[in-house]
């Protein structure tokens, strides 16, 4: 006869709880590894360089000229985006790949035009005019809606074809 002391003496034949915490913790630090391999392993679309370029263009805008207390413009054509002074000749020649397009809308606008020959303003203050850009490739598109108190994109919308 098996007394009741042998019976809660055996172990059963599951897992603890801290081994499976165990386990799930490896789990989740190896597919993280894994993500960002993936991540770094897929080419990067061919609207992001130029978009960030523009992010990067209009922050130097709003900076310069808030400090300098002059408004600048950036020009915008089918080869890129230019930084323009209000006074002076500073430059600053973002070029884009052959075949990107650009579309603009402007406050209040209710379609996208092309944006060849087009101004975005930077105010004395430091104030931009409100602008949503299009970036347009064979392989992905990138919409950025500018915040005009701080230039920056307060959306952002990739499309990877």
């Not at 006869?1 to 490896?26: C, D, H, P, Q, Y």
């Not at 679309?45 to 523009?54: H, M, N, T």
């Not at 209000?86 to 990107?100: L, T």
């Not at 105010?123 to 500018?146: H, I, N, T, W, Y």
Request: aromatic letters at 6%; hydrophobic letters at 45%.
């Amino acid at each position: 006869m098996i007394s009741g002391r042998n019976k809660a003496g055996r172990r059963a034949g599951g897992f603890t709880l801290l081994e499976m915490l165990a386990v799930m913790a490896i789990m989740v630090i190896m597919l993280g590894i894994a993500s960002f391999a993936i991540r770094q392993a897929a080419p990067e679309p061919s609207v992001r360089k130029p978009g960030d370029e523009l992010v990067r263009l209009a922050k130097t805008a709003v900076r310069a000229s808030a400090i300098q207390g002059r408004g600048f413009s950036v020009a915008i054509d089918k080869g890129g985006f230019t930084l323009l002074g209000a006074e002076d000749a500073q430059r600053d020649r973002i070029s884009i790949p052959k075949g990107m397009k650009i579309h603009i809308k402007r406050w209040g606008a209710r379609e996208w035009e092309e944006a060849d020959g087009h101004r975005w303003w930077f105010g004395s203050q430091g104030l931009c005019e409100p602008l949503s850009v299009r970036l347009a490739a064979k392989d992905s598109a990138l919409m950025l809606k500018f915040n005009p108190l701080t230039g920056t994109p307060s959306e952002e919308e990739l499309e990877v074809y």
